[in-house]
Every structure is written in C-alpha cells, then in structure tokens.
C-alpha cells in the first residue's frame, strides 16, 4: 500500500522555522525522487523543492531559494523540508509527493501524494 503521511505544519510568526517531514511507505519511497509542493487558497499547487533519490540532487522554487532545505533518510523512508525566515506569503497547505522520475519540479511528474499539512505564518 501507497502512503505519504506529512507532519509538522502549524502557526508561526514570521520570521519563525519549521521542519516538515514526510514518512512514506517503502513502496512509495524506493528508488523514488521527492518533492514538496504548496497550495494556498485560490492558488495552483506550487513547487516548492525536490531531492533526488541518492540526494544529490535538489531544486528548490526560486521563491523560496535560500530559506529552505530539503533532504531526506532513506533508511527510515521520510524526507523533510526545513523553512526558516518564514514569510506570511508562505501560508498554504504542504503537500510531499513521490515519483519514480528524474527529479524535477512537474507535478504531473509525482506519482503518489499527501494529505497535506497546513503551515500558517502570522505577521
């Protein structure tokens, strides 16, 4: 079974940091890039980072370039996302998503995703 559970997310005032992480299931994770993408009310989901699956490889939004880190343990499945100098404008449900592909920032490229965690920065 497919599962992508995120945690992490909450209310915080800007400026703050959080840590989101990502547990997967082995299905899910093997052999797989991972990517994080954020949707805010009325908006498209957005990517936000992704990391390849030796992590070699990470892209990150140029929006967010300098304030996020995404890495990843793949002897316990779970890949994170670290936001610091959060902004109000970073408010939006996180979504992590896994793929076997390239890594890269298409959504349509994700093959199984999250519920979502909602990230709230207050101003």
């Known amino acids: 079974q497919v599962q992508l559970a995120e945690s992490g997310g909450g209310l915080v005032q800007a400026g703050g940091s959080l840590r989101l992480s990502c547990a997967a299931s082995?299905?899910?994770?093997?052999?797989?890039?991972m990517g994080w993408f954020r949707q805010a009310p009325g908006n498209e989901r957005e990517f936000v980072a992704a990391?390849?699956?030796?992590?070699?490889?990470?892209l990150y939004a140029d929006s967010v370039k300098g304030r996020l880190l995404i890495s990843r343990d793949n002897a316990k499945n779970t890949v994170y996302l670290q936001i610091n100098s959060l902004k109000p404008e970073d408010t939006a449900v996180y979504y992590c998503?896994?793929?076997?592909?390239?890594?890269?920032?298409?959504?349509?490229?994700?093959?199984?995703w999250g519920q979502g965690t909602q990230v709230t920065v207050s101003s």
């Open positions: 998503a896994a793929g076997r592909t390239v890594v890269n920032l298409r959504r349509l490229s994700y093959d199984y």
């Open positions: 082995e299905r899910a994770f093997s052999d797989s890039a």
């Open positions: 990391i390849s699956w030796s992590g070699g490889v990470r």
